[in-house]
């Protein structure tokens, strides 16, 4: 089933016409559609998804922890600092 999502100003040129609002019934039906279209992962693919980003943000905290905690210790080398 087809459903044309352009609306009514599809065909008109974009000049200095104000273009109608979408009525919400169709809003709905082109979120709808969209869904359809969407590939959903799997349960096995979230985990490793999941596990992914969680092991690269833990990396990423370590990096910035790391050069934090090394940038604070040369400035309070350099600087003086009790």
Same mark, same amino acid.
């Given at each position: 089933? @087809? #459903?044309?999502? $352009?609306?009514?100003?599809?065909? =008109?040129?974009?000049? /200095?016409?104000?273009?109608?609002? +979408?009525?919400?019934?169709?809003?709905? $039906?082109?979120? !709808?559609?969209?869904?359809? =279209?969407? #590939?959903?992962? +799997?349960?096995k693919?979230?985990? +490793?998804?999941?596990?992914? !980003?969680? #092991?690269?943000?833990? #990396?990423?905290?370590?990096? !910035?922890? /790391?050069?934090?905690? @090394?940038?604070?210790?040369?400035?309070?080398? !350099?600087?003086?600092?009790?």
């Open positions: 089933m @087809a #459903i044309d999502t $352009r609306g009514e100003t599809a065909d =008109k040129p974009s000049g /200095g016409e104000k273009k109608k609002r +979408t009525s919400p019934a169709l809003f709905y $039906r082109q979120v !709808v559609n969209e869904l359809r =279209k969407v #590939i959903w992962p +799997t349960r693919d979230l985990v +490793t998804y999941t596990t992914v !980003v969680l #092991i690269f943000v833990l #990396i990423m905290v370590a990096i !910035v922890y /790391g050069l934090d905690s @090394a940038l604070g210790w040369v400035v309070l080398r !350099v600087f003086g600092g009790s």
